[in-house]
């Protein structure tokens, strides 16, 4: 069925479940955008509730839930150093403000929970090579359900190119959780893009990690990551500009 939860445009950059709702998250248009809550009936698809973002940020970038509470992703700014700044809500059923979090410098593109904490997975910037040039480093932070960080975990490239994650999820037959990106160059002169490859990072709860590189050069690279999906029986499919590889 065709949804137009409001008379503005509206535009969906997340969804997720939410007892037993599902939740759109985006930005809606009114002359200026705004950031825009869906809540869906889930057997009937119908909107529930509407909730609009003025002063909370740009956009609601993603969401996702633990239990009776909502959270959700919020992005200002663009993804440069000084610019971003990412806030995350926890909303209660009636999407009233329960607490928040803001965290400065970092661009996030992904959230996932895997019911004891929240992932966010995006971008920050360091000088690794002290050369007085700012480089991306891609990075998941780890957040309580009071939205407390308790670790930050940093991906770096070996050959000092930048790193961004574009994707968080939980494999729900494992529980462990993956995380996916790409590897990439960019010449300030001529503003190119070089992508190098794609890499996909294996959390479990014994807090070991395995990592799988897929470059450039490889048969099974794709293009440029942008995401990640599982199936039931826990197999990965990697989703790329130009295909998906298991």
Not at 183 to 197: A, Q, R, T, W
Not at 221 to 229: D, I, T
Request: net charge negative.
């Amino acid at each position: 069925r065709h949804l137009d939860p409001t008379s503005a445009l509206d535009v969906v950059l997340g969804i997720c479940t939410f007892r037993d709702r599902r939740v759109l998250v985006g930005l809606s248009f009114w002359g200026d955008a705004a950031p825009l809550i869906v809540m869906l009936d889930r057997e009937t698809g119908d909107v529930v509730q509407t909730r609009d973002g003025y002063g909370w940020g740009d956009r609601f970038r993603r969401c996702t839930s633990i239990g009776d509470t909502l959270y959700v992703l919020v992005m200002s700014g663009n993804p440069v150093p000084g610019s971003a700044l990412s806030r995350v809500f926890a909303l209660d059923g009636d999407l009233n403000v329960v607490r928040a979090s803001d965290v400065y410098d970092r661009y996030y593109n992904a959230m996932a929970t895997d019911g004891q904490f929240i992932y966010l997975g995006g971008v920050w910037w360091s000088d690794l090579d002290f050369d007085g040039r700012l480089d991306w480093v891609g990075v998941v932070d780890v957040l309580t359900p009071e939205l407390w960080i308790v670790a930050s975990i940093p991906i770096y490239s070996s050959r000092r190119n930048n790193v961004t994650v574009v994707d968080v999820k939980v494999n729900p037959a494992t529980r462990g959780v993956w995380v996916a990106g790409t590897v990439f160059s960019y010449d300030e002169s001529s503003e190119d893009v070089k992508y190098h490859g794609n890499f996909v990072l294996v959390l479990d709860r014994t807090g070991d990690a395995r990592t799988v590189v897929i470059r450039e050069s490889d048969e099974y690279y794709v293009g440029p990551a942008y995401g990640l999906a599982f199936d039931n029986d826990g197999s990965a499919y990697l989703l790329g500009r130009e295909g998906v590889v298991k």
